[in-house]
């Protein structure tokens, strides 16, 4: 009896093994690419950046479900994928990307996780309950972001940091719209092929848009310091971190898998100090904890079932 437990119990940490590497991998990558866009937007336009970046990732990603023969999205499905791609991609990942030009990377990375607040705001306006522990939360969080922003005083006087930190937080804004979206509409055809056409889509977009606002610079006058940040955040960014967290979300409880979005900002904090001698003090570091620890309980609060009707 004792060795068929022990053999079961090692057969559990030998499945997990792998999926606990792919979330490492997740958790401290996806933190990197803050880091890679921040370098990639020092010496061309941010929105530039993220038409070119969601181009080729978009592109593999399609050429790969092409190839695989997957079906393609049919009638109103494309009406779903174009509402995500403008939301999730175009807006979201296309401001955030513009706005770490002007905050630190670490900064980006913090208002980034600030998105289920919104979840939770939207609900309630569309009449959904809103939990006592989701408040709590939410008060726990804006207490975090005071204290991270008090080293930050003097920078609110410049322009250039209002518009980055307003940028940034249009871009949680659009991605917690796009998450109800996606969880609404997006169940009814492959969701990752989906992500593909949604960034190809949003590469078109942006394109448009920043040509017609005479935005972007010469591809020829692009530095390999930007070129070679865009390919790590195609690459890893976009391809190989995905696809560990995709496979990581397969195979541990929702819980676990979600311990990324915590460990990201502090990732990109840590790594901006080192390498681009972004500010870290002990206040910051207090107040990323105490708003991640806010964050915490607002997920964990949307992650329970809750029963719609008016407060």
Known sequence: MKTRIKTAILARIDSIGLPIIALCWVSFFWGTTWLAS?????????????????????????????????????????????????????LSNGLSTW????????????????????????????????AKLAIIGMLISFGGICIIFFDYLSDFLKPEFQFGILLSLMATVTWAFGTLQTKKKAASFNPYFSLGLQMLLSSFMLFVITEACEINI??????????????????????????????????????????????????????????????????????????????????????????????
């Open 38 to 90: 921040k370098e990639g937007v020092k010496h061309m336009p941010g929105l530039q950046l993220a038409t070119i970046r969601q181009f080729l990732g978009g592109t593999l990603y399609v050429i790969y479900f092409v190839l695989k023969k997957e079906p393609w999205p049919k009638g109103k499905q494309w009406i779903t994928i174009l509402i995500l791609s403008v939301l999730n991609f175009a």
């Open 99 to 130: 706005g770490v030009k002007y905050i630190t990377s670490g900064l980006g990375a913090i208002i980034a996780t600030i998105f289920p607040v919104w979840i939770v705001i939207i609900c309630f306006f569309q009449g959904e309950r809103v």
């Open 218 to 311: 010469p591809l020829s006058q692009i530095p390999a310091e930007s070129w070679w940040s865009i390919g790590y955040l195609v690459i890893v960014g976009s391809l190989i971190t995905f696809i560990a967290f995709i496979y990581s979300l397969q195979h541990l409880p929702k819980e676990i898998s979600s311990i990324y979005a915590y460990i990201n900002p502090i990732v990109a904090i840590v790594l901006g100090f080192f390498i681009f001698g972004e500010t870290l003090t002990k206040s910051i570091a207090i107040g990323v904890l105490v708003t991640l620890t806010g964050l915490y309980l607002v997920n964990k609060s949307i992650r329970k079932p809750q029963k719609k009707h008016l407060l």
